[in-house]
């Protein structure tokens, strides 16, 4: 009897949240409406564009690759590790920058906002929601008219573009202009909302900006830099940038590191580990030389807030098997609120695309300035109703200050007490930062701080709060609210616990650390990361075993009921992220299924400039086949030539020829660089409609040979998609080659070929630069070349398999 009422509870608990629409139904819908629209159809209407990880390896590359020696090797990896220098100094600057000017707003807001209220409650509430609608109202004015891809948390673009696809407008100049002046105004006016997430987008922009030498828009460029010229260098930058803004938000450089492992990269190897370590551990150095600074007073209302440390090293101990039953219950509770928040802020981002932004950026700006004043009223006028508590003994508490001076930050805030002697407790989590607030949420040796009233009416508030404030046009980041709901949840238990287990050595501040990273696993689903995190931030190692079980706990029920925040978000903004594992229904489907009916678009080696410009304008395909035909009446497939190339060659026009005959291969080099070829990172990059031919140049010839990656990756038409799955992701492709199985096999390599001796290895190099060499002084016979790197590659294989 018992087993069927609990199967129908969760049957019917199951019914109640499919009718939330879910990620998948939003962003169809999302998807079919933009489409109509063309709002991400094509990167030249504002939308999303894969990347190119893979190298092209075309005639042109290998011969500007042959001219490189081993001065220009070493200059270029000294470069990188350079550039993860300047990455950790930039965004630690960048993070002390807005650190400084939230703490010393605040400061501010709060100090004269005590002062006035002295003698009127009434001049005071208006001066803390002038102040606060004042800061908001810049940020979200920034971001609507000069940088409206520094909305949001900015993760989610992040995690696309390590995955392979480009969002136009989040790596520029102005993003990063506007991440952070809007991040002070949104966190400094009192929004529910934190800083930590903008700063891994701040990162980013740093690196991909310093990877492209600068911004030439602003005049802030410099030609020196400009070594990295493709989009894996970029990527690889990138991933240094969003360590090290999670290493400055923390001050958690290891936590730094993981993060970018396990939540954003989809491409990981042991070099990249090593400079984004590196990068980390500089961000760690400049923030804590900033704090050191500012210990003298200099930094104004700066005091032990800003940097995020909450060290409750003077807390619990050691803990009982007893309490591991109430901890496993923080887990549960944490997944519950963290699928039920994603998927309410997934429901109303939703909406307010479809219909509230769509009217326009006033309509951005006032909605974000009435979400600034129901706050400001919330914040102030809900510890008005609540009876002041008297000061723990001071005696038996020695070294607790109570009440707290007005403006400074700490615990037991004295805000409409009748009495010297008392304290409001609602008004010590409402009247500080966020930073401050979850101080003293965590903080040790408080019992009976909080009332069980305050703590529940301060969590349904602030959770409705981050769920409506989410989305809006203001960066916006999840960290810091989502550890302040899971804190307070956490405390609340814990009380309960104290009350119940009397003789035990509990402490509430533990349970609440306990709580936050509860509801941050139930609602980012990170684990690893998040663990190391939330022990820098506490410097508490006694509690790791403690915090992997609720996390674990809290990701295994909130991926019952759905996807990750940042997952849902980047389905939302059609954002075509890869998952780590393919679907299952991909294990029995094959390539040939996949490719279905298509028509696909190729040209000859030798095209006419009237046909290919032709083809460019009829179809939106990144990636075109090169074919060659054979005397009999054979094509044969003989490389990729992509888009973009294709545009810089229609508009340079000096490889316009006018027989239909193949060219001379020689000379690339000096008719064209290789930066020439490089994808802009901040522009759209050209469009067919942008280059003007005249009749003349469109009944002229183009020799496709030099410029075409003869090597793409080509995949059986039987094999599973899958597989073919795991290539895409694993390798950062943008196409993979269908073809039928192959008639003949050439050689065969296995582990032993690839694992050449050092001095065999040396030999190798000597000659294939020799061989690249020869190639190029034998003429203009592209069969030549092609063959000549298929004999040197079947001369590497070896008849025995191992």
């Known amino acids: 009897m018992l087993s069927n009422h609990l199967q129908n509870g969760i049957e019917t608990a199951k019914l109640v949240w499919s009718r939330i629409p879910s990620s998948e139904d939003v962003g169809a819908g999302a998807e079919e409406e933009e489409e109509e629209e063309g709002l991400f159809a094509r990167r030249s209407d504002g939308g999303v564009e894969s990347l190119d990880y893979e190298v092209i390896e075309n005639f042109a590359y290998r011969e500007y690759q042959a001219r490189r020696g081993k001065l220009w090797i070493s200059y270029y990896v000294i470069v990188k590790w350079f550039f993860a220098l300047l990455i950790g100094i930039g965004t630690g600057f960048a993070a002390v920058f807005i650190n400084l000017a939230v703490e010393n707003f605040s400061g501010w807001k709060y100090a004269a906002t005590f002062s006035i209220i002295q003698h009127s409650y009434f001049a005071g509430f208006l001066v803390y929601i002038l102040f606060n609608l004042g800061l908001v109202f810049f940020s979200v004015v920034i971001v609507t008219e000069f940088a409206p891809a520094a909305a949001g948390s900015g993760i989610p673009e992040i995690k696309g573009y390590l995955n392979g696809v480009d969002t136009h407008g989040i790596l520029l100049f102005r993003t990063l202009v506007g991440k952070i002046f809007g991040s002070i105004g949104s966190v400094g006016g009192g929004l529910a909302l934190g800083k930590e997430g903008p700063l891994v987008h701040t ?82 150095v400049v923030v804590r030389s900033a704090m050191s600074w500012c210990k003298s007073g200099k930094c104004g209302h700066f005091g032990s807030g800003g940097f995020i440390i909450w060290d409750i090293s003077g807390g619990q101990e050691d803990y009982s098997f007893q309490e591991l039953l109430p901890m496993a219950i923080i887990g549960v509770i944490g997944g519950l609120l963290g699928a039920l928040f994603n998927q309410l802020t997934l429901y109303i981002t939703h909406w307010r695309r479809t219909y509230l932004h769509k009217k326009g950026n006033r309509v951005k700006i006032l909605e974000v300035c009435l979400i600034s004043l129901i706050t400001s009223i919330i914040s102030f006028a809900l510890p008005l109703l609540r009876k002041c508590s008297p000061c723990p003994d001071s005696e038996a508490n020695p070294g607790i200050d109570c009440p707290r001076p007005p403006g400074t930050d700490g615990n037991f805030v004295n805000f409409y007490c009748a009495k010297d002697k008392e304290y409001n407790d609602l008004a010590t989590i409402f009247f500080n930062t966020q930073d401050d607030a979850i101080r003293n949420l965590f903080s040790a040796k408080t019992f009976h701080e909080y009332s069980a009233q305050s703590l529940l009416t301060f969590l349904v508030m602030f959770y409705s709060l981050a769920i409506v404030t989410f989305g809006t046009a203001v960066p916006a980041g999840q960290f810091v609210p989502g550890i302040m709901i899971g804190s307070t949840y956490g405390r609340l238990v814990g009380m309960f616990v104290v009350k119940f287990y009397k003789k035990l050595n509990v402490e509430e501040g533990t349970y609440a ?135 810089v060659l229609l508009q340079s026009k000096v490889d316009f020829q006018n027989s239909p005959f193949p060219s001379d291969l020689r000379g690339v080099s000096n008719r064209h660089k290789l930066s020439d070829f490089v994808k802009p990172a901040t522009s759209k990059g050209k469009s067919i409609e942008e280059i003007y031919l005249t009749g003349g140049e469109m009944e002229m010839y183009l020799d496709l040979a030099p410029f075409l990656n003869p090597s793409p990756y080509i995949v059986p038409e039987d094999m599973s998609l899958a597989k073919v799955y795991n290539l895409f992701r694993q390798l950062g492709l943008r196409h993979i080659f269908v073809v039928p199985r192959a008639s003949r096999v050439i050689g065969l390599i296995t582990r032993k070929d690839l694992l050449t001796e050092e001095s065999e290895s040396s030999d190798t190099v000597e000659l294939q630069s020799t061989s690249v060499s020869c190639l190029l002084s034998q003429g203009n016979d592209f069969a030549t070349y092609h063959a000549h790197f298929s004999t040197r590659y079947c001369c590497t294989c070896r008849s025995n398999p191992s």
Request: net charge positive; aromatic share 8%; charged share 20%.
């Open 513 to 647: 650390l306990l709580g936050a990273a509860s509801f941050l696993g139930g609602s980012m689903r990170m684990t690893v990361s998040l663990c190391v995190i939330m022990v820098e931030i506490t410097n508490n190692l006694k509690l790791l075993p403690l915090i992997m079980l609720v996390l674990l706990i809290s990701k295994a029920v909130g991926d019952f009921f759905n996807e990750g925040l940042y997952e849902e978000q980047a389905r939302l903004r059609g954002i075509p992220l890869l998952e780590s594992r393919p679907k299952q229904y991909m294990r029995s489907m094959t390539a040939k299924e996949a490719c279905k009916n298509q028509k696909v678009a190729c040209f000859s080696r030798i095209v006419k400039v009237a046909d290919l410009v032709s083809v460019l304008r009829s179809n939106k395909h990144n990636g075109f086949p090169v074919v060659d035909h054979k005397p009999n009446g054979d094509t044969l497939v003989i490389g990729l030539i992509l888009r973009s190339h294709l545009l």
């Open 203 to 284: 990162g980013a922009c740093i690196a991909s900006l310093l990877g492209q030498g600068g911004s030439a828009k602003y005049h802030v460029n410099s030609r020196w830099l400009r070594i990295f010229e493709s989009d894996r260098d970029r990527r690889d930058l990138v991933t240094c940038g969003c360590a090290a803004g999670v290493a400055a938000a923390f001050r958690a450089p290891v936590g730094g590191v993981l993060f970018a492992l396990e939540e954003v990269t989809s491409w990981w190897r042991s070099q990249l580990m090593w400079r984004v370590f590196f990068t980390s551990a500089i961000v760690a």
